[in-house]
């Protein structure tokens, strides 16, 4: 009897330890489907990711309906990603949604097709409370309250794996942005400061206190598309003032900045100062359908692929950069009402 008992109580100690290292992580992407649609395009397949490696963590599930259904174990937290892909004419596009991959029901809700809440375990809660309030004061034009209520969360989270995702948030287009956010990074525990995101983030920073800056002269570029040479000085150093926005059409964010973008250029094109985009890391053909679907109105550089991106320093899209007439870097990192409140400066507005 007493075996007995003893093998029981084993038993469901054995079942309690499986069920609390299991997830399940559920999203039905319609909104997403129905923007992909317009394209005619579809989500043919998902999987689960390493959100640095990249290097899959389940195998590859075909998309049956639209309902996206994935479980399995999990022995610790880990930062992942859940891959969408579609299968388009000219290879394979990719959508990627950051999460935290822990034991319990992980719940991916869209509210509109270009962002999303990652719910239902506490460090995805922890974190997407945290970036939907930081993302309400982005939106309100208040950038300093956001960069500080993510600072306070990176602080209140130093030892856990949130905070090395949080990290990467903070803007870092600028030398004055890095020497802040270094002595952070310093502040933050053991399990933040050797995971290989935050590793990857450093060197990264590292990197960027390198590259053009304020003040610096541009670097020119050349991009060859059907048969045809463009190079930055076409448009950069020669009398106006020329607002570059490094983009992409796969870029939510960046897709978001382009009405801001397109009332500048309308606002100012008459007074010496024009807009110019620079496709990078996207297929031309991407470009051009989103060119035609945002109805930009100021010329493009087309194919620039890692070419601009590099040479730049940017490791993040949309990067804007505002150039002087005689070509120097006036300023970088703009975004939002930044770009109006920069130009206004400028025009004396």
Same mark, same amino acid.
């Given at each position: 009897?007493?075996?007995?008992?003893?093998?029981?109580?084993?038993?469901?100690?054995?079942?309690?330890?499986?069920?609390?290292?299991?997830?399940?992580?559920?999203?039905?992407?319609?909104?997403?489907?129905?923007?992909?649609?317009?394209?005619?395009?579809?989500?043919?397949?998902?999987?689960?990711?390493?959100?640095?490696?990249?290097?899959?963590?389940?195998?590859?599930?075909?998309?049956?309906?639209?309902?996206?259904?994935?479980?399995?174990?999990?022995?610790? =937290? /880990?930062?992942?990603?859940?891959?969408?892909?579609?299968?388009? !004419? #000219?290879?394979?596009? &990719?959508? %990627?949604?950051?999460?935290?991959?822990?034991?319990?029901?992980?719940?991916?809700?869209?509210?509109?097709?270009?962002?999303?809440?990652?719910?239902?375990?506490?460090?995805?809660?922890?974190?997407?409370?945290?970036?939907?309030?930081?993302?309400?004061?982005?939106?309100?034009?208040?950038?300093?309250?956001?960069?500080?209520?993510?600072?306070?969360?990176?602080?209140?989270?130093?030892?856990?794996?949130?905070?090395?995702?949080?990290?990467?948030?903070?803007?870092?287009?600028?030398?004055?942005?890095?020497?802040?956010?270094?002595?952070?990074?310093?502040?933050?525990?053991?399990?933040?400061?050797?995971?290989?995101?935050?590793?990857?983030?450093?060197?990264?920073?590292?990197?960027?206190?390198?590259? =053009? /800056?304020?003040?610096?002269?541009?670097?020119?570029?050349?991009? !060859? #598309?059907?048969?045809? &040479?463009? %190079?930055?000085?076409?448009?950069?150093?020669?009398?106006?003032?020329?607002?570059?926005?490094?983009?992409?059409?796969?870029?939510?964010?960046?897709?978001?900045?382009?009405?801001?973008?397109?009332?500048?250029?309308?606002?100012?094109?008459?007074?010496?100062?024009?807009?110019?985009?620079?496709?990078?890391?996207?297929?031309?053909?991407?470009?051009?359908?989103?060119?035609?679907?945002?109805?930009?109105?100021?010329?493009?550089?087309?194919?620039?692929?890692?070419?601009?991106?590099?040479?730049?320093?940017?490791?993040?899209?949309?990067?804007?950069?505002?150039?002087?007439?005689?070509?120097?870097?006036?300023?970088?990192?703009?975004?939002?009402?930044?770009?109006?409140?920069?130009?206004?400066?400028?025009?004396?507005?």
């Amino acid at each position: 009897m007493k075996k007995s008992i003893l093998s029981i109580i084993l038993a469901v100690a054995a079942l309690t330890a499986t069920a609390q290292n299991t997830y399940t992580l559920n999203f039905d992407p319609v909104l997403l489907s129905e923007e992909l649609a317009k394209e005619n395009v579809k989500i043919d397949s998902f999987y689960l990711a390493d959100f640095v490696s990249q290097e899959p963590i389940t195998e590859k599930f075909a998309l049956q309906g639209n309902k996206i259904a994935i479980s399995g174990k999990v022995d610790n =937290p /880990q930062i992942a990603a859940l891959i969408l892909e579609m299968k388009i !004419e #000219y290879g394979i596009r &990719t959508n %990627r949604f950051p999460l935290f991959l822990e034991a319990g029901d992980i719940v991916i809700t869209q509210d509109d097709w270009m962002s999303c809440r990652v719910e239902g375990t506490p460090l995805n809660d922890a974190m997407f409370t945290a970036t939907r309030e930081i993302g309400q004061a982005s939106e309100a034009g208040d950038r300093d309250k956001a960069i500080q209520l993510t600072k306070d969360y990176i602080l209140a989270h130093r030892n856990d794996l949130t905070a090395a995702l949080m990290l990467t948030a903070l803007p870092h287009s600028t030398v004055a942005d890095v020497k802040k956010v270094l002595p952070l990074i310093s502040q933050c525990g053991e399990v933040v400061q050797q995971h290989p995101l935050t590793i990857q983030y450093k060197e990264r920073l590292n990197k960027l206190l390198t590259r =053009p /800056q304020e003040g610096d002269r541009f670097r020119d570029f050349a991009v !060859e #598309y059907e048969g045809k &040479t463009t %190079r930055l000085s076409d448009y950069v150093g020669r009398g106006k003032y020329v607002l570059v926005d490094f983009w992409a059409s796969w870029c939510g964010p960046c897709r978001k900045e382009i009405p801001n973008i397109i009332a500048a250029h309308e606002k100012y094109k008459d007074r010496n100062f024009t807009a110019l985009g620079v496709a990078v890391k996207d297929k031309p053909e991407a470009t051009l359908r989103a060119i035609k679907d945002e109805s930009v109105p100021y010329p493009q550089i087309l194919n620039s692929q890692a070419i601009a991106s590099e040479l730049y320093g940017i490791d993040a899209i949309p990067e804007i950069i505002l150039f002087a007439p005689n070509g120097t870097i006036l300023a970088r990192g703009l975004r939002g009402n930044e770009i109006e409140k920069k130009l206004a400066e400028i025009f004396g507005e």
